[in-house]
């Protein structure tokens, strides 16, 4: 996690760029009303119909435990393997599921709004920029996390195409991340 900022809300979407992360950030923002964070029953798939395909929500219980919930279509076709259920630990090295783990903990527990936007790596690899947004949930069995990124792949300087990119690989984001407060003093 580089810099981070707590910010208030008009700033924290005006700083979204990705179509589809403003739309579910709205949708967010409309189904929480004056409440901290919505409930998992408030979210409606036909709502945000444009972020489904890239969407990934995490359960965090009571004890702290954090696992995939579901993860949109074509993650799950990009990767041809389904997720649920996996961990951060199961899915990336330990140094990137540490702070994977901490940043959702945060998202879920403070609650908060997360915005993270830089250079996407695979590897050490630079492969492009990227924008990635987390929002908190409440169920009956704990707190969540729903969220999505977008990719820009660098482009190939010969052909001006993108670069082609492994898509099974998981892929690592690395920029000031921005954070919405959603109770007071939650800084």
Not at 61 to 72: F, H, K, M, N, Y
Not at 111 to 125: I, M, Q, S
């Amino acid at each position: 996690m580089t810099g981070h900022s707590m910010i208030e809300a008009g700033e924290f979407r005006d700083r979204l760029q990705a179509p589809a992360l403003l739309k579910l950030f709205d949708y967010w923002q409309s189904v929480r009303g004056a409440r901290p964070m919505p409930t998992w029953s408030d979210i409606k798939p036909e709502n945000m119909a444009i972020v489904l395909p890239h969407i990934w929500v995490w359960r965090v219980s009571d004890a702290d435990e954090v696992q995939l919930r579901l993860v949109g279509e074509s993650i799950y076709q990009a990767l041809s393997r389904d997720l649920r259920g996996k961990t951060p630990e199961d899915l990336y090295p330990a140094s990137i599921s540490a702070e994977i783990r901490t940043r959702l903990l945060k998202v879920a527990r403070l609650p908060a709004g997360n915005l993270t936007v830089g250079d996407v790596f695979h590897d050490r690899e630079k492969i492009g920029t990227g924008e990635r947004l987390a929002l908190p949930y409440a169920d009956s069995r704990g707190r969540g996390v729903i969220g999505a990124s977008v990719l820009a792949p660098l482009r190939d300087p010969a052909t001006g195409q993108p670069r082609l990119i492994n898509p099974k690989a998981f892929f690592t984001l690395v920029g000031a991340e921005a954070w919405l407060p959603l109770v007071p003093d939650a800084a």
